[in-house]
């Protein structure tokens, strides 16, 4: 949705690497944000982004208006059912059924052979995989890593809200992925235990608010109560007015 960073710039050069002809949307999405949501605030940077994307070589940037997507008559929706209503599905309702929609039309406009995301959007990975099976959308799904700031933050566009006070605070967040990842290290495979110890670190922070911590199957999102390698452990908690997720593969 723009104001790239570094997390994005990481998708576009693997896509570099494993393709011929890249094309990077920018469209900050409105069917995604709830009402009481920050579409109006969200940052936008178009003219940095277009000079970003120019200099890492992309070849084409879609950047189409909201009119262009959302014709004024259109009542079609895109949803993957069960799977969108759980982690941030719960918290923000509608927001999947936002991203389903818009991606699936990218990708009818686009004809991709490989389509790039980052893993930060755990959730997003999961479900937009389970459409592409749903719809035998020939295209493949390519996850790339979490890029982080060198104190472990990871990398959003939303970081922009923070100020220096609260972008101290955020760092709970992966702080919290941390102690999970660490006691799983050690052999601990309860989930009850796990997560209790996620959720502990967040009393260091009594002013972040908690929306979850969760350990989940990454396919189908559920809840597991043994943790195995390749479990995923999200977080989504609020700094301020600010809605931050951050996610670990376990193992």
Same mark, same amino acid.
């Given at each position: ?10 998708? $576009? ?8 002809? $890249? ?21 936008? !940077? ?31 929706? $895109? ?55 749903? #719809? ?36 709970? #967040? ?34 972040? +608010? ?21 479990? #995923? ?8 007015? !600010? +809605? ?8």
């Amino acid at each position: 949705m723009g104001a790239l960073h570094d997390g994005h710039l990481s998708l $576009v050069r693997a896509a570099k690497a494993q393709s011929d002809f $890249v094309v990077v949307s920018i469209f900050v999405n409105p069917l995604q944000f709830g009402p009481k949501e920050d579409l109006s605030k969200y940052p936008r !940077t178009f003219e940095r982004d277009c000079a970003l994307l120019e200099k890492e070589g992309v070849d084409v940037i879609f950047a189409p208006a909201v009119a262009e997507m959302y014709p004024g008559n259109a009542v079609t929706y $895109v949803n993957v059912e069960d799977l969108s209503g759980r982690l941030d599905g719960v918290s923000r309702p509608g927001h999947f059924r936002g991203v389903t929609t818009v991606v699936s039309k990218l990708f009818h406009i686009a004809e991709p052979d490989k389509a790039f995301f980052g893993q930060k959007d755990a959730a997003q990975v999961a479900i937009i995989k389970q459409m592409v099976r749903d #719809l035998d959308m020939p295209v493949e799904i390519v996850v790339g890593p979490i890029i982080r700031e060198t104190d472990g933050l990871a990398m959003s566009s939303r970081n922009a809200y923070l100020d220096s006070h609260q972008r101290k605070q955020a760092l709970v #967040l992966s702080r919290a992925l941390k102690r999970v990842e660490e006691l799983f290290t050690r052999g601990v495979r309860d989930a009850k235990t796990l997560l209790a110890a996620g959720e502990d670190v967040f009393h260091e922070e009594p002013t972040v +608010r908690l929306d979850y911590v969760s350990i989940v199957d990454w396919d189908s999102l559920e809840p597991v109560e043994e943790a195995k390698p390749g479990t #995923l452990v999200a977080v989504a908690a609020y700094v301020g007015a !600010t +809605r931050l997720i951050d996610n670990v593969i376990l193992g």
